[in-house]
């Protein structure tokens, strides 16, 4: 892989930071600024909107910019956010950076899956696309657990402007390394990308994307309480499970990426199958102490081994849109990755207990089975010839 796909992995890194480290955060920016815990909460709600929001239409923007330009103005802007954020007193100017952060957010996420794609080569759109969303596994990993340290500290500012500064380098190295290439001026326009994007493929394959990224985040954003009110551990596990889980998702995104190019059906049919069984065994067993810890680590490699693969499969199947096609695709996994929680929280909220993420996970992941299962039964009467994309999820006879 050339250097700067590593250097835009770094940036969706900080980026990958930023998004989830406001959930170690709320009750110190709330104490600050004299504002109520919910309100607080809005932040997070504003960064996912932008995020669904901005993606595509940020990357529709900036489609006749130059990728390095692009790249740079959003992730300077990113920055600049941030440091606003860490200086200010005020919680309505917090919250308008949160809402530009998450649209350059969304504008460098969109660019740098099409520039990486391009960069590595036709054959291995895969393995770029893990190389930047192993920042963003990283990011569970390392980074958020890293700004609860630095908040508790230094204040909450301090996470802001560690941000910044892990930004700051990748600025640089954006500069050095990726080229500084002319638009090309027989590119495709936003219309005939926007005709592109139109493919029952690409649609099937963003809709999939939803779907299995809605599971990954409806079970982690529970399993704190899933691990202490039903496996029965105590509070001081809650940080090593969470990290077993985002280790699990890095090796899972790596390795996706490494079978993304060569075998996409067969990591989406058996992955889509095994990420209904461990769902569903894990709802089962999850008073079990081991089994629970070991199911952790195998739905993280499980959940983004397959959502990195819809993600290049997406890459793939729109190669006549490739930047509103990394647009898209980002917004679709924020889709996900906003409404798996919220159904979450509907079945705990209707009393069906601790486990019930468990089985809403099971549930989306069964509904992408059947709607790739569907599409490749209409697909066969039609008399085309299904793509991987269209194949996955699918459970094998």
Not at 126 to 134: D, E, M, P
């Amino acid at each position: 892989m050339p250097f700067a796909i590593y250097v835009l992995g770094l940036a969706v890194f900080a980026q990958g930071t930023s998004e989830f480290m406001l959930s170690g955060l709320v009750p110190d920016i709330a104490a600050d600024l004299g504002v109520s815990i919910p309100a607080v909460g809005s932040l997070t709600s504003a960064f996912a909107v932008g995020m669904i929001v901005g993606a595509p239409l940020v990357a529709m923007l900036s489609l006749r910019w130059p990728r390095r330009r692009a790249l740079l103005a959003f992730l300077i802007t990113f920055l600049l956010a941030h440091v606003v954020g860490a200086l200010t007193d005020s919680f309505e100017i917090l919250f308008v950076t949160r809402v530009i952060a998450a649209l350059a957010n969304a504008g460098f996420l969109a660019v740098g899956l099409a520039t990486a794609a391009s960069m590595a080569g036709p054959q291995a759109k895969g393995r770029a696309t893990s190389v930047l969303l192993s920042g963003v596994t990283l990011a569970c990993v390392a980074g958020v657990p890293l700004g609860a340290v630095l908040s508790e500290f230094w204040g909450w500012r301090s996470a802001f402007w560690g941000v910044a500064l892990i930004s700051a380098p990748a600025v640089f190295a954006i500069l050095r390394s990726v080229p500084a290439t002319p638009v090309d001026p027989d590119a495709p326009s936003v219309r005939h990308e926007l005709r592109a994007l139109r493919t029952p493929r690409l649609v099937l394959t963003l809709v999939l994307g939803a779907l299995v990224n809605g599971a990954t985040f409806c079970s982690f954003t529970y399993l704190t309480p899933v691990i202490t009110h039903v496996t029965g551990l105590s509070t001081g596990w809650v940080p090593a499970t969470l990290a077993l889980f985002g280790i699990g998702s890095f090796v899972g995104v790596n390795l996706g990426g490494r079978l993304a190019d060569s075998r996409p059906g067969q990591v989406l049919a058996v992955g889509g199958v095994a990420l209904l069984a461990g769902w569903l065994v894990f709802a089962l067993t999850a008073g079990n102490t081991a089994v629970a810890l070991i199911l952790v680590f195998v739905q993280g490699v499980l959940s983004f081994a397959v959502g990195s693969t819809l993600i290049a499969q997406s890459l793939y199947t729109a190669s006549d849109a490739p930047t509103l096609a990394g647009g898209f695709a980002t917004a679709a996994m924020n889709v996900g990755a906003a409404a798996g929680p919220a159904l979450g929280g509907v079945a705990l909220s209707a009393d069906f207990g601790f486990r019930a993420p468990l089985v809403v996970s099971a549930s989306l992941v069964t509904a992408a089975m059947v709607l790739g299962g569907v599409a490749r039964v209409v697909g066969s009467g039609s008399g085309t010839t299904s793509r991987p994309a269209e194949r996955s999820l699918e459970a094998r006879s």
